[in-house]
């Protein structure tokens, strides 16, 4: 037989194959750093058999692989073979091939295990030889790629052992100064630090063993990224970060006691050390989608330092160093179930013809850093989103129309936006509206991938949708104007006007943004026909230059001396209120004919008022409010100004949701030097709700100013 090292490492790794499966294996060309591979996959994440295999294999012949080790196996080897495949062809995270690197590996989990045991060889080796000169910039590349894609997948594996060594490796080649900087702090104070997780652990120790308790306990210093992430975050260096460690506590505990034992063991750290209740993480009764289980608190310890201490058994030990594979060691502990959703999910949104390449890479490296939060239906169902949800996110779960209608919702009797983020526990109803349709400005809030997926379909299908009236529209008032339609033409007037594409131009001509005649005259200097001057300003205005749609005809004959009466019982009149102004009942206001939506209705102090009456006067309609606003409601925006107190965001919404007829739509608040604003949409009746609700708002504590924007 060849391929002695093979044999060997097989045998020191404790696999066994048949003698036909040795024979095909040790006909293969295998080089060092693969054996390395191997050990790592085995030793530090814990594959099996059939997964080696398929490391060892993956150049050689299909038909005698599935010959000798299965379907499985084979499967396997053709997905790591799509993944070097890739890599030949100088893979970037923008382009189509990294999306098809992605999907091959949503395909078998095993597969993405592998690849990130081959990434960690990479990178020790990289730090091998590189290690005797500080210049890291032939590795720049693979250092970004780690930190992009491989470190976050270790991290959604549970292989935190694995994803902390990625991620030191990565910082380490693309900034050594700060990776140095960080290494020798902790080399210089790591007497001081052992002395002191000493005085911490010796009392603990001596009251866990006088309760009979089997355990390990030793004290974990923290991760050098995870350092440099906390000196990020609070902008200062590592001389002054603290909280440099952790106190691990491992129980030999048997399954049916596991959560009783870790709980035994929290109630006397906190009984021995004052606890912050707000750092308390139970994985214990609701495991992440990985499988880690563990119980952390943050305590204060000697010397008034604060010291977070990690409690969980061997099992859950192991499970939290080696992640998914570890869970084949303890078949029927906990099924597969969370991770399959992961990948099902990452298979959807990959596969959404209707999502950009990069948004996706991006949506997809997110998710992998997702903690979750759970809350529950009305009817008491409990559902999973990612940490950082919102009351948007949890529509959508439910359903994409249900997303796609929402205005807010309810948390117990509370009225919350539909930005409000989602606590565990929290049981929410959604509330919709008809009239509700989504924007662009969803997609800077929402956190799972169906939601940004979904608003991303709504948004095309609604651009599509202006698109096409826009040009049905342009096509009319061509054949009013006796004009030719010309495809070329019209994408060569859009461009010199300044659009990027004939679809934003016909949306702009969709939404009236667009000055019709000032169309006509650009596409006649295109088709090379010459243009009549325009006739002066006036009531008479010509069919060519302005047509009154026949509801608007009835508008105005219906008026009584010139005056538009906006009641319940206007019929047949084809009008709309701006969205420059939002007019609601009470205002002042004027109606102005447009060119082909009717007429629009806007308040007397409009921004475009001025505008619209110098340029256009001929148009301007009188027009007044009449009867009562009975189950009308309009949306207004305030701005609010005040001390950023803790707080002051609360009690607004508080006065917001006791009001009857008031709804809160949505809310965005900005900080900077000690104060706050906030944008508040609200939906009301008339202008005196809304003075009412602007007088309560004003005495909250901390408001300085709000006005109607």
Known sequence: MENSNVLQTLADLQIHYTEQQLELLSRQQITDSTLETVNIAVSEIGLDKDAVAALLLKDADSKATEEQFGQNVLKMTIGLKRVDGLYHKQTSYETENFRKLLMTLAEDVRVVLIIIAERVQVM??????????????????????????????????????????????????????????????????????????????????????????????????????????????????????????????????????????????????????????????????????????????????????????????????????????????????????????????????????DVDNKDAINDFRLNLYDEEVFVFTPNGDLQKLPQGATVLDFAFLIHSDLGCKCVGGKIGDKNVPIRHRLRNGDQVSILTSPTQKPNRQWLEFVKTTKARNKIRQALKEIEYKNATEGREMLERRLHNWKLDYDESKISKLALKIGYKSVSDFYQSIANGSENILKIKELYEEILGVSTNAAPAPS????????????????????????????????????????????????????????????????????????????????????????????????????????????????????????????????????????????????????????????????????????VRM
């Open 124 to 353: 020790r080796e990289a730090n091998k030889r590189l290690s005797e000169k500080a210049d890291f910039t032939e590795v720049q590349e693979l250092a970004n790629e780690t930190s992009f894609l491989y470190a976050p997948l270790a991290h959604r594996l549970g292989l935190y052992g694995i994803k902390t060594e990625l991620e030191d490796l990565s910082l380490k080649f693309r900034d050594y100064t700060t990776y140095k900087a960080i290494a020798t702090e902790l080399h210089q104070t790591k007497k001081s630090r052992d002395q002191y997780i000493d005085s911490f652990i010796g009392p603990l120790k001596q009251r866990l063993e006088q309760e009979g308790l089997t355990f390990t306990i030793k004290g974990r210093t923290k991760s050098i990224h995870s350092i440099y992430n906390k000196m990020q975050k609070q902008k200062c260096d590592v001389s002054h970060i603290y909280d440099l460690f952790a106190i691990r506590i491992i129980l030999d505990a048997p399954l049916e006691k596991e959560k009783a034992q870790c709980w035994q063991v929290y109630s006397i750290v906190t009984d021995m050390y004052q606890p912050n209740t707000k750092r308390l993480r139970d994985w214990l009764s609701i495991p992440k989608s990985n499988g880690y289980e563990s119980l952390h608190i943050t305590v204060i310890g000697p010397e008034n330092k604060w010291v977070e201490v990690q409690i969980r058994t061997r099992r859950m030990d192991e499970i939290a160093e080696k992640g998914v594979a570890a869970h084949w060691r303890y078949k029927g502990i906990k099924s597969e179930a969370n991770m399959d959703e992961f990948l099902k999910g990452v298979r959807e949104m990959l596969e959404n013809p």
């Open 539 to 706: 009531t008479t205005q010509s069919a060519d230059t302005f047509e009154l749609m026949p509801s608007q005809e009835q508008a105005e004959r219906s008026t009584h001396s010139d005056v538009l009466i906006i009641d319940s019982n206007l019929k047949n009149v084809d009008y709309r209120f701006a969205k420059c102004c939002n007019p609601i009942y009470g205002d002042n206001v004027f109606g102005f004919v447009s060119i082909n939506k009717g007429i629009s209705i806007h308040r007397q102090n409009c921004p475009n008022a001025a505008d619209m009456r110098e340029r256009f006067p001929y148009r301007i309609v009188q027009a007044r409010w009449s009867g009562k606003p009975v189950g009308a409601s309009f949306p207004i925006t305030l701005q609010v100004i005040g001390n950023d107190d803790i707080g002051i965001v609360t009690n607004l919404t508080s006065i917001i949701s006791k009001e009857n007829g008031v709804m809160l739509r949505n809310i965005s608040i900005d900080s900077h030097d000690a104060l706050f604003e906030g944008q508040l949409t609200i939906m009301v009746t008339d202008t005196t709700q809304t003075e009412t609700l602007i007088k309560k708002l004003s005495t909250v504590k901390g408001v300085k100013r709000v």
